[in-house]
T-cell receptor, first 114, second 115 residues
Framework: AQSVTQPDIHITVSEGASLELRCNYS??????LFWYVQSPGQGLQLLLK??????LVQGIKGFEAEFKRSQSSFNLRKPSVHWSDAAEYFC????????????FGAGTQVVVTP | DTEVTQTPKHLVMGMTNKKSLKCEQH?????MYWYKQKAKKPPELMFV???????INESVPSRFSPECPNSSLLNLHLHALQPEDSALYLC??????????????FGPGTRLTVL
């Protein structure tokens, strides 16, 4: 069965520290991969996506993600967190060989402390 | 420009009311989506329109009625809702690539409260 797992429901990080959010997927073939961020009461904003090519993907707001086929993972990283990065982060996958819906992970809530 | 707009931002309605949510995009996308999101949960797909035709209905109750009057607009008509329908309703759009997924761009959502 297809699934997307974000193992960490909640992460607390100090401002200026590094952040890594985990995403693992179970899929028939390598899917298209996305990271979205949602601030409280807001819509989802696309941070970055992986379709093919270089497995290290750069996104907006200083985020990057690395696709590792052998581990079925697409982890999101930021070297130095800002207070404005406090939000909910969703990993999502979509099929590459058919037009289908996105499957979202459960989300990881990031809290940034001073 | 990757903007999807939604109105109203907030909506409070009684269980006997009829109201509509509106979504608009001017990116030339021909696929548009409605999602429902409860607190602390990921979005759940409700409907998908492709080239102004309904292509996916995720077994949504008939009290939710979508409409796509043209390639830029998507409406969600609400009637006789229940309190459990209170949620954030998100609209998204994308190019409807044949045989593949494409990036979905989301609007800011409408916060719906059903009394």
């Amino acid at each position: 069965a297809q699934s997307v797992t974000q193992p960490d429901i909640h992460i607390t990080v100090s401002e200026g520290a590094s952040l890594e959010l985990r995403c693992n997927y179970s899929y028939g073939a390598t899917p298209y991969l996305f990271w979205y961020v949602q601030s409280p009461g807001q819509g989802l904003q696309l941070l970055l996506k992986y379709f093919s090519g270089d497995t290290l993907v750069q996104g907006i707001k200083g985020f990057e993600a690395e696709f590792k086929r052998s581990q079925s993972s697409f982890n999101l990283r930021k070297p130095s967190v800002h207070w404005s990065d406090a939000a909910e982060y969703f990993c999502a996958v979509g099929p590459t060989d058919s037009w289908g819906k996105l499957q979202f992970g459960a989300g990881t809530q990031v809290v940034v402390t001073p | 420009d990757t903007e999807v707009t939604q109105t109203p931002k907030h909506l409070v309605m009684g269980m006997t009311n009829k109201k509509s949510l509106k979504c608009e995009q001017h990116m030339g996308h021909r696929a548009m989506y409605w999602y429902k999101q409860k607190a602390k949960k990921p979005p759940e797909l409700m409907f998908v329109y492709s080239y102004e035709k309904l292509s996916i209905n995720e077994s949504v109750p008939s009290r939710f009625s979508p409409e796509c009057p043209n390639s830029s607009l998507l409406n969600l008509h609400l009637h006789a809702l229940q309190p459990e329908d209170s949620a954030l309703y998100l609209c998204a759009s994308s190019r409807p690539l044949a045989g593949s997924t494409d990036t979905q761009y989301f609007g800011p959502g409408t916060r719906l409260t059903v009394l």
